[in-house]
């Protein structure tokens, strides 16, 4: 294993003080937690938390600022933070208006923001939560009941963001989120696994010339594992996929983000992104009012690359979407 580290049990301490030292003047750490803070001025609104295992950034942390997340929980690598943390998070985060949770679907996840939540409830801090479920390769797996919370997760952040900017209520931003995730959905490919460096090793085996369709950002089991292929061929394999799942007719408005999982370069990202293009554009007749490419849900170091498709069903989204931010990642 080759890293650039200290001591592996350190790691996720040592980025989160980088990271804050790097953009002091977006965000700041709390001290004695892994809580990274907006330094934007309190205005009264609701604040917007969000956070889960470390291994995937920018996300969380690189969506704090200005326009998107109050506050994001860091846990040890692919491992959710603790209830206490969390608490720590939404603490942060509460301008008096409530908080509102985004929360990807894994087990550990859901449960320690769960227990946050009435942790704060217990301090007259009013929160709501959804949970993302984005990921449409399999219903069940490793760390998760249900389908997976993956890189949709980030264009949550960034409606949310600009609705709570906008001064949403905390009943108008669940609201507005559970219409968000039922038109969201996402699937990915993995080239080569990930090396967790708290564990030392890939998390998994691919052999140089096979591909797994359907692979989690933890690395948990995907649908089916061939030979490499040709990008259009398997970008023709993940959109039928979608296609599955949404039911589009042609003319619909979709938001397209082609996610890079944290070691394939921007240049076949974008090879990827043009097959997807002709595939939904060109063929199926979508309106890709919105679109985006790079890394925002990685997985460490794992070569791969995601599809995320949001149905449009309200115009405001697009305007969200599109609405300037001060953040890291975005």
Known sequence: MKKIMNNPGRIVDEMLDGMAFAYDSIVERIPETKV?????????????VSGGGSGHEPAHAGFVGKGMLSSAVAGQVFTSPTPDQVLEGIKAADEGEGVFLVIKNYTGDVLNFDMAKDLAELEDIEVESVVVDDDIAVEDSTFT???RGVAGTVLV????????????????LKDLADKVVANLASIGLSLKPATNPEVG???????????EFGIGIHGEPGYRREKLQPSKDLAAELV????????????????LLVNGMGATPLMEQFVFMNDVKKLLSEKEGLELSFRKVGDYMTSIDMAGVSVTLLKLEDPKWIEYLNAPVDVIGW
């Open 36 to 48: 990274i803070h907006r330094k934007h001025e309190k205005n009264g609104k609701v604040g917007l």
């Open 145 to 147: 009941a249900g389908k």
């Open 157 to 172: 952040h960034k409606i949310l963001g600009a609705a709570a900017e906008e001064g949403y209520s905390l009943k108008e």
């Open 201 to 211: 090793k890939p998390g998994f085996e691919l052999a140089a010339d096979e591909i």
């Open 240 to 255: 039928n996929q979608l296609k599955k799942e949404q039911n589009w007719s042609a003319g619909d408005s979709y938001a």
